[in-house]
């Protein structure tokens, strides 16, 4: 066999069965090995940066180590933003991209690009260039096993001819490495006398707060028993909502700019903080530091102590910590604490619904997303997309157990939500999927990968995929941002978009569309969407005026408000809105 067929088998007995990408005459070894292989299934995008993208989520959905490729030049560069997108959420991928012949690198050849520099930051833990056959298999080996290990991203450069040249073990030589697959699992757990310093300080807390993010991801059960060992409350990083399910009583939901008052008044008023599997990087939303006593859990060591001063770190993964911390701590009877955090979620959920259910012009986007979350079927993934739908998906959508979601967390790139659908509809083709996109992402790139659904839904064994789109002509989030942070009117010239029928793009690719512009329209949108026969796309007529309120609104945050009317050109909207908005919190806390 070849390099390129040997590539993709050596994937493959690493596990790796499903490769996202794009072909390019770079790469052409690598597609050509790729049509014959048995092992390897191909998933095409529309375009590079998409298959980055699909990656990451097949990573962050399936646990797996993702792998996109491209080829040379233009291609690899388009990988970078969803490579980006993996290496800031911390999820493992391999990027696997062609390049020149040898003989002309150097040589200012079309579509030579120097990507050993150009991924060197992206894929800085390892990138490696393969020079001759003998090389190839290490640098496979390696890519897998680095990326797996520090959940990072890896590249490997294939340039055109080493793809074709038959492919050759390294010798037994002076100068040769025999690497081998298998990954070494850690056992994850810090030293004992850490949990038993951890445990100390968390016994002694009056008042819990626990944190948690992505890495608390299957730790369902032990979180919930930690919890109800110290009648904690907890709130949530965004990619980790689906660690706990958001009809637990005291599940205080998403923390931050996104997040919910019940976090804020969490985080303000405990004497003890507990943060398992989270870098969440906004730390006014913390407690002040010397507030309360804090203790981390991370299998990153990088990640311990760096949004708060914690005064016991535990170096490990979050299933087993939790579990050999659970057995050190006491267990607490039903407390005052805890009965208050009750109360005020569940006023939070009648705010809530209050600010839904208010009149806009024409739609309130808060009602699609209210709408949709009774009637979530089982065992369904969301994605999300960066903008005011970010917003909607982390305070109104309320997830159950054993559903999945997620988004660009740390990038919050635009344009993820759609190649994130694809690829859990690929990795679980028998689970229904929905992904909740902007009209702003939705032109981006949106209406491109609508036609890899239509390329490939046919061999799902569900069918259960809708792209539910909010048109609001406005690059909502960035205008609401120089609102509230410049003090500045919208801005016309960037922030308006123009009108496009997306509903009637879908069912040109012979899809279903369907679109609502009224809110006794959205609920039986929802059902006729979640059991059509096909993908559906779901257009919503939205409001762009509606405020994404923040948890807690500070001074300069009002000051910018007033300030802005001086500039802003749709300025009565924007105030009838917000008082619309401010009286639902208030009648949400009066029922």
């Given at each position: 066999?070849n390099?390129s ?5 050596r ?6 069965h499903r ?5 390019g005459?770079?790469?052409?070894g690598?597609?050509?090995?790729l ?6 299934s191909?998933v095409?995008?529309?375009?590079e940066?998409m298959?980055?993208f699909?990656?990451c989520a097949?990573?962050k959905?399936?646990g797996?180590?993702?792998?996109c ?6 291609g690899a ?6 490579l980006?997108?993996?290496?800031m959420d911390?999820v493992?991928v391999?990027a696997?991209?062609g390049?020149?012949?040898r ?5 200012s050849?079309?579509?030579e690009?120097?990507?050993a520099a150009?991924f060197?930051?992206?894929a ?11 090389q ?5 080996d ?11 991203v890896t590249?490997?450069?294939l340039?055109?001819?080493v793809?074709q040249m ?9 100068g040769?490495?025999?690497t081998?697959?298998?990954?070494a ?6 030293d004992?006398?850490?949990?038993i310093?951890?445990a100390?300080?968390l ?5 819990v ?7 608390a991801?299957g730790?369902t059960d032990?979180?919930?028993?930690v919890?109800d060992?110290l009648q904690?409350g907890?709130?949530k990083?965004?990619?980790g909502?689906a ?6 009583p005291w599940?205080t ?5 996104l997040?919910t008052?019940?976090s804020?008044e969490?985080?303000q ?6 943060m398992?599997g989270t870098?969440?990087?906004?730390s006014e939303?913390?407690p002040?530091p010397g507030s ?5 859990i991370?299998?990153d060591?990088?990640a311990l102590s760096l949004?708060?001063p914690t005064?016991?770190n535990l170096l490990?993964?979050a299933?087993?910590t939790?579990?050999?911390l ?6 607490r ?8 955090i009750?109360?005020?979620v569940?006023?939070?959920?009648r705010t809530l619904?209050a ?6 012009d024409?739609?309130n986007p ?6 949709l979350?009774?009637?979530l079927?089982?065992?369904s993934?969301?994605?999300?997309d960066?903008g005011t739908v970010a917003?909607w998906?982390a305070r109104?959508?309320r997830?159950r157990?054993?559903?999945m979601?997620s988004l660009?967390g740390t990038?919050?790139s635009?344009g993820s939500a759609?190649p994130?659908?694809v690829?859990?509809k690929?990795a679980f ?14 032109q981006?790139n949106g209406?491109?990968e609508l036609?890899t659904?239509a390329?490939?839904?046919?061999e ?6 809708v792209?539910?789109?909010l ?12 609102r509230?942070?410049m003090g500045?009117?919208k801005?016309?010239s960037?922030q308006?978009?123009?009108d496009?029928p997306?509903?009637?793009?879908a069912?040109l690719l012979?899809?279903r569309?369907?679109y609502?512009?009224a809110?006794e329209?959205v609920?039986p949108a929802?059902d ?6 096909r ?8 409001d ?5 309120l923040?948890?807690?609104i500070t001074?300069?945050q009002?000051?910018n408000?007033?300030g802005?009317?001086r500039?802003e050109?749709e ?6 809105n917000s008082?619309?908005q ?5 009648l949400g806390?009066?029922?």
């Open positions: 066999m390099v067929e040997f590539v993709w088998q994937l493959a007995q690493w596990g790796l490769a996202y990408g794009y072909p005459d770079g790469a052409g690598l597609d050509v090995a049509e014959r292989s048995r092992a390897m191909f095409q995008a529309r375009h940066e298959a980055a699909m990656a097949h990573a959905f399936t797996e180590v993702g792998l490729f491209a080829t040379s030049g233009p560069v388009h990988l970078l933003n969803g980006y997108d993996a290496r911390h493992p391999v696997l991209v390049q020149q012949p003989s002309a690198i150097g040589a050849f079309q579509q690009v120097d990507l150009l060197k930051d992206v800085s833990e390892f990138v490696g260039t393969a020079t001759s056959p003998a190839v298999r290490h640098l496979i390696r890519a897998v096993r680095i990326a797996a290990a520090r959940r990072t590249c490997v450069v340039p055109h001819d793809q038959p492919y050759e073990d390294p010798p037994v030589a002076h040769s490495t025999h081998g697959v298998g990954h699992r850690s056992a994850g757990l810090p004992e006398q850490a949990l310093d951890a100390a300080v016994n002694a807390g009056q008042r707060a626990m944190l948690v993010g992505a890495g991801l730790a032990l979180l919930i028993e919890a060992t904690a907890c709130a990083a965004l990619l909502k660690a706990l399910p958001d009809d637990l599940v939901g998403s923390i931050g700019l997040g008052e019940p804020w969490l985080m008023s405990c004497d003890t903080l507990l398992v870098s969440f990087p906004y939303f913390l002040k309360a006593r804090a203790v981390q991370d299998v060591p990088a949004r708060y005064e016991v490990g993964a299933v087993p939790l579990r050999a659970s057995a050190l701590l006491v267990p009877a039903r407390s005052a604490w805890r009965e208050g009750e109360r005020q569940a006023d939070w959920w619904e600010r839904a259910m208010q009149p806009a024409p739609l808060q009602r699609v997303l209210w709408e979350s009774p009637r079927p089982e065992n993934i969301l994605t999300g960066a917003n998906y109104d959508v997830l157990r054993g559903m979601g660009s990038l919050a635009m759609t994130y659908a690829a859990a690929m083709p028998d689970r229904p999927v929905i992904a909740l996109i902007g009209d702003g992402a939705m981006m209406l491109g036609i659904i390329k490939y839904w046919r799902w064994a569900s069918p259960t995929l792209v539910m789109v048109n609001n002509q406005d690059l909502a989030q960035v205008t609401w941002e120089e509230i942070q500045e009117g801005t016309l960037t308006q978009l123009p496009v997306y509903h009637r793009f069912e012979g899809l569309g369907l609502v512009d809110p329209q609920g929802w006729e969407a979640l059991r059509a026969d993908p559906v796309v779901l257009e919503c007529r939205t762009p005026n509606v405020p994404p923040p948890p807690h001074a300069e009002a000051r408000f007033l802005m009317t500039t050109p300025l009565g909207s924007v105030l009838v008082a619309r401010l009286f639902a919190s208030f806390r009066r029922r």
